[in-house]
């Protein structure tokens, strides 16, 4: 089931998000993420949080909805390719007709999960904080042709 975040779950949540990106991205210093812990539990509630549950309504994965922006979507390793990250894109989409997000270049299995969620990358951007090149990827309800 996907639903809103109920606030009693923020510490879950967090445990996902840093148990997720440590997962993810093996070529980021662990040390980044321990120390945007503090940033992300008091940037969480700004955003549209959408939580993927389990039949006893316990968070398998979450995504992060800020004025179609995606903050990130992180998904519990346990429920990974099980169809939990498709359902919570799909949830976005419902409530938007554009969406963007960043996804770091070397995140090659996400990459590849957000093309087939028919995200396309529009731009190469670095990010100077874990020096990593990263992708801005956008998808669109239908197919406008931006002139830009």
Same mark, same amino acid.
């Given at each position: 089931m996907? =639903?809103?975040? *109920?606030?009693? +779950?923020? +510490?879950?949540? @967090?445990?996902?998000?840093?148990?997720?990106?440590?997962e993810? *991205?093996? &070529?980021?210093?662990?040390e980044y993420w321990y120390e945007n812990l503090a940033q992300v539990k008091s940037d969480l509630p700004k955003a549209t949080i959408y939580v993927a549950t389990d039949a006893k309504d316990q968070p398998l994965g979450f995504i992060g909805i800020m004025d179609n922006?995606?903050?990130?979507?992180f998904v519990k390793s346990t429920a990974r390719s099980q169809g939990v990250g498709h359902k919570l894109i799909a949830q976005a989409k419902e409530n938007s007709t554009m969406l963007t997000l960043n996804v770091y270049q070397k995140?090659? =299995?996400?990459?590849? &999960?957000?093309? =087939?969620?028919?995200?396309?990358?529009?731009? #190469?951007? &670095?990010?100077?904080?874990?020096?990593?090149?990263?992708? @801005?990827? =956008?998808? #669109?309800?239908?197919e406008v042709v931006d002139f830009k």
């Open positions: 996907i =639903r809103k975040m *109920h606030e009693t +779950e923020l +510490e879950s949540i @967090l445990d996902i998000w840093l148990t997720s990106n440590l993810a *991205h093996p &070529f980021v210093a662990k922006y995606i903050a990130g979507i995140n090659e =299995r996400a990459v590849a &999960f957000y093309q =087939r969620e028919d995200f396309k990358i529009i731009k #190469t951007e &670095f990010d100077k904080t874990v020096k990593e090149k990263e992708y @801005l990827m =956008r998808w #669109t309800s239908n």
